[in-house]
């Protein structure tokens, strides 16, 4: 698969225990996506995947909540 424009959507820095918006474009000129997981490192406990809603060929998850 290939992924560009990965960014979360954010105006200032992120806090913990606040809701964000991640994109990214993810495409795959073989059999195609069926899933696409967004992995959240937080400074103070262990990492987690949130699966991202499709829409179109751009992958979103508007309610990652970035817990400690």
């Given at each position: 698969?290939?992924?560009?424009?990965?960014?979360?959507?954010?105006?200032?820095?992120?806090?913990?225990?606040?809701?964000?918006?991640?994109?990214?474009?993810?495409?795959?000129?073989?059999?195609?996506?069926?899933?696409?997981?967004?992995?959240?490192?937080?400074?103070?406990?262990?990492?987690?995947?949130?699966?991202a809603?499709?829409?179109g060929?751009?992958?979103?998850?508007?309610?990652?909540l970035?817990?400690?």
């Amino acid at each position: 698969p290939t992924i560009s424009n990965a960014k979360i959507n954010a105006t200032s820095p992120v806090m913990i225990n606040t809701i964000v918006k991640i994109n990214a474009s993810v495409s795959d000129s073989g059999v195609g996506i069926s899933t696409v997981l967004i992995q959240v490192d937080p400074p103070n406990s262990a990492p987690y995947n949130v699966t991202a809603q499709n829409s179109g060929s751009e992958y979103y998850n508007s309610t990652t909540l970035l817990n400690q």
